[in-house]
């Protein structure tokens, strides 16, 4: 995300959400099926090392080489783990069958990793990092280009998905501020806001940081102004449900002091569960049903502009909270 996303060569795109089951591998598998059909070069990552199936969705029963054989050095390059697919310009490295010690790698070998990954040699890097607010989730999505965020339209996961976003990025200041301990000591009341002395918004710590080192505050909000996660919703059901994106947006902008892009949705489709079934993804299974429609609006988004054209319209915050007032005080 801290890099530009103007150009697009090698452009790593990370695929997160904030819980298990809310899609994440199927989307991440189908954009990149869809940017080989557009005719880009794509590496699909599954970087899901506790979980991972993307493998599955591809129709691959047994993958020949993962990323564990990078991480252990048993191969010495992260191209030896590429895999071919049957898929047009999509290729696979894959993590299945993962040892559990490879399951929490150090903070050294995430940062191997995706440096070894933005030395492959292709058009766009679709990594799915999996569910949650571990350490390896949030810095696999704070070290990438694009980092998307997967939820689906019910209140419980749009507040889990502030609270992930929020997580991102506490870990980010915590990881850039920590050999300031004074702001070190502001981000844990940043991060504890019910407690005595708790910081409830990042305006509110913002401020506590002028006071205590104006020079902080300046790199906190550069850091802030390049940190533009993506939203995809996910098993759309609704007309109301589409705007979900737009509220979560409208969340993260007010209490986050971020902006936020809403890159788009999928409908809710039982196809999607058929083709799992069948080891097919869902594009290829069903190139003309309403889930493949969605998707091709999303590949294109992501191919075809630059991060600030990806960005949707303006829209009005106030407008999009107006609706979501309920939700906004959950996620104080
Ligand atoms: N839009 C949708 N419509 C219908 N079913 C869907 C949709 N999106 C995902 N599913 C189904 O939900 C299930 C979970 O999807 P998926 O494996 O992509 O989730 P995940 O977030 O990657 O889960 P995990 O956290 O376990 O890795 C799959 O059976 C998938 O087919
Ligand atoms: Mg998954």
């Known amino acids: 995300m801290e890099k530009s996303g103007a150009d697009n060569s090698r452009r790593i795109v990370t695929i997160a959400g904030c819980k298990g089951g809310v899609g994440k591998s199927v989307i991440a598998c189908s954009i990149a099926l869809e940017m080989g059909r557009l005719g880009k070069d794509v590496i699909l990552v599954d ?5 991972a199936n993307l493998h599955t969705y591809l129709g691959i029963r047994s993958p020949k080489y993962v990323i564990s054989d990078f991480l252990s050095r048993r191969l010495k390059t992260i191209e030896e783990t590429v895999l071919a697919t049957d898929y047009q ?3 696979l490295i894959s993590s299945a069958g ?16 995706i440096n070894s990954l933005r030395s492959l040699k292709a058009d766009c890097i679709v990594v799915d990092i999996g569910a949650g607010s571990s350490y390896d989730v949030m810095d696999f999505f704070s070290m990438t280009d694009d980092g998307i965020l997967v939820t689906t339209p019910e209140p419980s996961s749009i507040v889990n998905s502030y609270g992930f976003v929020k997580n991102v990025l506490y870990r980010k200041l915590s990881l850039a501020f920590r ?15 019910d407690g005595n002395d708790g910081i409830s918004s990042i305006p509110d710590l913002m401020a506590e940081l002028e006071r205590v080192s104006p020079e902080c505050r300046l790199k906190a909000k550069e850091m802030l ?10 098993m759309t059901a609704s007309e109301s449900d589409l705007r979900e994106g737009e509220k979560l947006k409208a969340i993260i902008n007010k209490f986050l002091s971020i902006e936020a892009r809403c890159i788009g949705h999928v409908v809710e489709d ?13 594009v290829v299974f069903a190139p003309d049903c309403r889930a493949t429609t969605c998707v091709k609006e999303i590949a294109r988004r992501l191919t075809s502009a630059t991060r600030e054209q990806v960005r949707a319209a303006p829209q009005d915050d106030e407008q999009a909270l107006g609706s979501g007032r309920s939700m906004t005080a959950a996620c104080q």
């Open 270 to 282: 039982p196809v999607l569960r058929i083709s799992a079934k069948r080891m097919i993804p869902f």
């Open 47 to 51: 970087a899901d090392l506790g979980g």
């Open 225 to 234: 102004s390049h940190f533009i996660p993506g939203i995809i919703v996910n």
């Open 179 to 193: 050999q300031y301990s004074l702001v070190t000591e502001l981000l844990k009341r940043g991060m504890n806001p």
């Open 89 to 91: 310009g999509v290729r």
């Open 98 to 113: 993962n040892v559990p010690s490879q399951a929490n790698p150090k903070f050294a070998q995430k940062a191997k990793l």
